[in-house]
């Protein structure tokens, strides 16, 4: 129920109407079937953030605004802490930040500094770029248009390599924790994946799988960042709108000064 708080006093009335032993909400069963299907630990290596990380501006989606100087990072954040569902794809020039933006969101998401809503357990998944293209990956065994299932499994399999302990949760138990906002995702590189499996990426495909995901009440939240070469805001953002997407943009001249001084 979209909007409802006090979680802990509603559970009690129902138990105590029904009699009941135990009660829980159903996204707290898929969080669990999450952690026991993949400890969250496993992903443990992306979850660092750093004290000198600087908020940088960003310049929101569909801005024709040439003289536009960005918004503040809190939008993001904002997004974030919504129980909006959607897609956000963070866009830049190569070397601007975006790994960085995406690790520092990520970090505090699990240090409680973003607060999500909802009080579910949720877990977060990071999928990079650089796991989905090691040698023998399974998203060269997908025929089709690849889905962000496949990202997923492709990553597990890549960390297989140095963690054979892990193995990937099985995609209805997946996606049913996206709608419920029982995990985020993150997918760093997206360009970087799309430039090595150009052949199986359709754009309208993968796209549309997430767009259906939004629907009916879903609290799904995921991230994506790619360079601006390869994503065409304008276009996608117009035709799927559960897409948004915020460009970063290079420090002005008091934020390269804190950086720099830092």
Request: glycine share 8%; net charge negative; with cysteine.
């Amino acid at each position: 129920e979209a909007g409802q708080k006090n979680f802990d006093d509603r559970i009690e009335n129902i138990k105590k109407a029904f009699k009941a032993k135990s009660v829980m909400y159903l996204e707290n069963i898929v969080a669990h079937q999450i952690r026991t299907a993949n400890d969250e630990a496993t992903w443990e290596g992306y979850s660092n953030h750093s004290s000198y990380f600087l908020e940088p501006q960003l310049r929101r989606n569909l801005s024709f605004n040439k003289a536009d100087k960005g918004s503040d990072f809190k939008w993001l954040v904002g997004w974030l802490e919504s129980s909006s569902a959607g897609v956000t794809v963070i866009e830049g020039q190569g070397g601007i930040g975006k790994t960085w933006t995406m690790k520092e969101l990520l970090g505090r998401i699990k240090s409680g500094n973003i607060r999500l809503a909802n009080d579910i357990e949720r877990s977060t998944i990071f999928i990079a770029s650089t796991d989905v293209n090691r040698p023998g990956s399974t998203l060269n065994d997908v025929s089709g248009s690849f889905t962000l299932y496949d990202l997923y499994v492709a990553a597990v399999t890549g960390r297989q390599a140095q963690d054979k302990s892990i193995s990937p949760i099985e995609e209805e138990i997946f996606y049913n924790a996206l709608k419920m906002g029982s995990i985020v995702v993150f997918v760093d590189g997206l360009d970087e994946v799309i430039a090595r499996h150009r052949g199986t990426f359709d754009p309208d495909n993968f796209f549309g799988d997430l767009q259906l995901r939004m629907q009916g009440g879903s609290n799904a939240k995921v991230i994506l960042s790619c360079r601006k070469l390869f994503f065409d805001q304008y276009e996608y953002a117009l035709k799927f709108p559960s897409v948004q997407t915020y460009e970063i943009l290079a420090f002005d001249e008091a934020l390269r000064d804190t950086y720099f001084e830092d």
